[in-house]
Nanobody
Framework: QVQLVESGGGLVQAGGSLRISCAASGRTFSSCPMGWFRQAPGKEREFVAAISWRGSSTYYADSVKGRFTISRDNAKNTIYLQMNSLKPEDTAVYYC?????????????????????WGQGTQVTVSS
């Protein structure tokens, strides 16, 4: 059974930092791009960041560019999202996603596909 499990969410003050993780099990995604999405209350899920299978290419939403950094450790089947200079508008449930198409681009990860795998999400709350 394939699982993506996010961790590391929590409450942080505006301007602070947080790192969230997503560990995959049940299959390896070392040849597939992975990414992060988020959903705030009353809003649709939106793309945050994606990373190519080797980690050599990354892609970010304009709203987080320069503040967030996505990375991966294929040996651990895990991706990370380092979030700095957090703002109250970053408050959301953050979801990890993995594409099943090998060697597709990080940019393509920005548009969800029907057969993507998803985690259950981790709550990030930024207080003002």
């Amino acid at each position: 059974q394939v699982q993506l499990v996010e961790s590391g969410g929590g409450l942080v003050q505006a301007g602070g930092s947080l790192r969230i993780s997503c560990a995959a099990s049940g299959r390896t995604f070392s040849s597939c791009p992975m990414g992060w999405f988020r959903q705030a209350p009353g809003k649709e899920r939106e793309f945050v960041a994606a990373i190519s299978w080797r980690g050599s290419s990354t892609y970010y939403a304009d709203s987080v560019k320069g503040r967030f950094t996505i990375s991966r450790d294929n040996a651990k089947n895990t991706i990370y999202l380092q979030m700095n200079s957090l703002k109250p508008e970053d408050t959301a449930v953050y979801y990890c996603a993995a594409r099943t198409t090998p060697f597709s681009t990080a940019q393509a990860m920005g548009v969800p596909k029907e057969n993507d795998y998803w985690g259950q999400g981790t709550q990030v709350t930024v207080s003002s």
